[in-house]
């Protein structure tokens, strides 16, 4: 395995750190902690009196752990940020940080089962330690609940197709490699859309197996506990369905984007943007990392009289 150099690049690192506006003895938390790229420059611009939190379900990503006494390592998913600092004393953070997207990592890595270059075990999981594979998902979800699956997760319009030959296919032989998955779903896709669509089937399974929209939902709740007054959350996303989410919640203080508001008929929204377009990645980083290809950065401050 790759050391954090080539472990993964980190998408828009420099705007990231900026958009956190650290303060050098204050306490930060990177919920997705990969290669560790932005934690890295996280503690670059900190003092000796910081703290930074990187939460990482992988234990893959545990060969990146900073060697620095302010960095405290959390093996868990990142749902579970409020439990872990409370847990820590913890009782509030300056600033938070998510990389949404999967490492390049773990698409380089054939036996992870996330890329569809290669062949290997369709297995898909963040965490390798529990949890239902792709191939179970696969082979045990009944063929309304895949069509959704890769209607919701994918957005892909001919979901019930392929739900179908899906089924189809498993009650001859099971799905157990990548390769399996392929044979079924490719002579779906016209050859000029091939790639963008079997994205999307891989898309929707990696969201499934892990959870990634509840966990999502159940984290970005947490950061309005989390956050001081006048705290930084920084959201990197990069599907329309996380995205949304991040949007709602700066807007709502829900993810859902059901809008509460007082008896002057305001919002009741516990944060304010900081930037009211999302930030792209500008065109040198777009050439010299193509994973940021479909990045979007939303940035939020807490409301001081809030909570």
């Known amino acids: 395995m790759k050391k954090a150099e ?23 938390v990177d919920l997705t ?4 790229g932005h934690s890295r420059e ?22 990146n752990i ?55 075990l369709l297995d898909m999981r963040m965490n390798k330690r529990a949890g239902e594979t792709a191939a179970d998902v696969l082979n045990s979800y009944s063929e309304e609940r895949l069509a959704e699956i890769f209607y919701l997760y994918g957005e892909l319009k001919n979901s019930r ?6 089924v189809k296919e498993r009650n001859l032989k099971a799905l157990v490699t990548i390769e399996d998955l392929l044979r079924v779903v490719r002579p779906i896709f016209g050859a000029e859309r091939e790639k963008k669509e079997l994205a999307k089937v891989f898309q929707a399974l990696r969201i499934e197996v892990n959870h990634e929209m509840d966990a999502l939902r159940e984290m970005l ?7 001081r007054p006048g705290g930084r959350l920084v959201v990197i996303t990069y599907h329309s369905l996380e995205d949304r989410m991040v949007k709602n919640l700066i807007k709502t203080g829900n993810v859902e984007g059901v809008k509460d508001t007082d008896f002057y008929g305001r919002v009741k929204a516990p944060f304010r943007s900081v930037n009211n377009r999302v930030i792209v990645p500008d065109e040198t980083e777009l050439l010299e990392n193509p994973r940021s290809r479909s990045a979007k950065m939303r940035i939020a401050v807490k409301m001081e009289n809030y909570g």
């Open 221 to 227: 709740q947490s950061t309005i506990e989390v956050l």
């Open 66 to 120: 900073p060697l620095d006494r302010r960095f405290v390592f959390v093996r868990s998913n990142f749902r579970y940020v409020k439990n872990f600092l409370r847990y820590y004393g913890v009782d509030g953070v300056d600033g938070i940080l998510a990389d949404l997207g999967v490492s390049s990592h773990h698409f380089d890595d054939a036996s992870r089962g996330f890329s569809f270059r290669f062949d290997g």
């Open 42 to 63: 996280i503690l670059s611009r900190m003092d000796e009196s910081a703290r930074l939190y990187g939460f990482d379900q992988d234990e893959d990503a545990e060969m």
């Open 161 to 166: 197709r392929l739900a179908a030959e899906v």
């Open 6 to 28: 080539g472990y993964h690049v980190p998408v828009m690192l420099a705007p990231a750190v900026d958009a956190l506006d650290i303060h050098p003895g204050g306490v930060y």
């Open 33 to 36: 902690l990969g290669g560790a």
